[in-house]
């Protein structure tokens, strides 16, 4: 069985458990915070980041992005990437949206601030940070609603990787406390929809130590 | 035919001029500066960013890692991928790796401190910066001798994506006079293999506006 390297609040190792749960892929986890540098972790990825997949034939695989290709390249259940070559490049450019942009701009500057301070520096957030990255958490909440104003999913009329990418940034988003939906109702029916999907549902009771959830978290009626 | 949006050192374009020369797909090039965030460039790609390719069926294709991935599996011709999901899992990682790690530990810096301040700031670049960005760019040095110790290309058997983007990132870091082998032998004649190529010998006569490279960069013999 696969081993999942991974931390309650990671992004990526969040959309790796969605996309294995989407497929049925049975996994274990072990806790890993790249932060710590452990033996183990730097062995499996000398670039020392979650998520990491380990433990059966071949190398481990490391990356969220290598793993979702991986296996929707070798498990045909739900297909994740889009049918035709035009589909998939407008699901890998959104699941680089979110993964690159949205992260970078967003997601990051709230896990520095709102985790890793609180965690690992023991210092309080620096309030201007924080409504920087709240800023750009609406402009990516902007151009979900747009996206949806032409399409049932965010990369066309299926599901895919570019949702489920989303759906694990905004998550942690949420966690921190960062996301409000006021003003963007396209977008709060479709992540009410993917919250009640088992694959998130079932991630949605983790807890990071030492740090709670907003109360209506892991609601579905939020 | 298609028109792809780059500028002469932006190593993502690089990348997918060298993987269409591969591929022998005919493109036509213009010039685009993404600190100028013009209108064109602006309404193909929201994020902003080179390289977009433009022109043929459907919308335009963004992000170089799209692109790649789109042609390999469009065109039949020199596969750049791997062969088998294990072997496409080890390019993608190194792509990834020298398309996020690389570039934002040396090659990003590099481009900040000596083209970006000096075409667009008209600042002098910051040499302490110059010297953590050439640390950097030695460690991914010491990674592709490392690999190539075990590998006659970076992801095993075959020329593969993971060799381009590394050359192309490589090729901006030479260009702007951060590059060394000294003490990379085998990094040094893989280097030169690529330098060989067709596909990036034809990119080498460019040259950015108001920055010339180093007489070295554009000999097969450096």
């Known amino acids: 069985m696969w081993t999942l390297h991974q931390f309650p609040l990671c992004p990526f190792s969040r959309k790796v458990r ?8 049975e ?19 000398r670039a020392g980041q979650t998520p990491v997949l380990s433990g059966e034939r071949g190398g481990p695989l490391v990356d ?13 259940k739900s297909p994740l990437m889009g049918s035709g070559a035009s589909a998939r490049a407008e699901v890998r450019r959104l699941t680089i949206w979110f993964d690159q942009k949205c992260y970078a ?15 690992v ?21 902007d151009y ?8 049932r999913w965010l990369a066309g009329g299926s599901f ?19 996301l409000s939906f006021d003003g963007y109702p396209d977008a709060k029916t479709w992540y009410s929809t993917i919250k009640s999907r088992p ?24």
Chains 1, 2 share one sequence.
């Open 18 to 25: 969605i996309l294995l749960a989407e497929k049925d892929v």
């Open 27 to 45: 996994f274990a986890m072990q806790l890993a915070y790249p932060w710590e540098k452990s033996d183990e972790l730097m062995d499996l990825n």
């Open 64 to 76: 969220s992005t290598v793993i979702a290709e991986y296996f929707d390249e070798t498990v045909q």
């Open 105 to 119: 701009e967003a997601v990051n500057p709230l896990l520095l601030e709102r985790m890793y301070k609180r965690l």
């Open 121 to 141: 520096l023991r210092q309080p957030p620096d309030a201007r940070m924080l409504r920087v990255a709240g800023q750009a958490l609406a402009q990516h909440l």
């Open 144 to 151: 979900i609603e747009y996206l949806l104003g032409e399409r």
């Open 160 to 178: 895919s990787l570019a949702d489920i990418s989303a759906a694990a940034h905004l998550s942690v988003a949420d966690y921190l406390g960062g």
């Open 199 to 222: 694959s998130v549902r079932r991630l949605l009771p983790d807890r990071m130590e030492g740090l709670s959830p907003p109360q209506h978290y892991d609601k579905l009626d939020f």
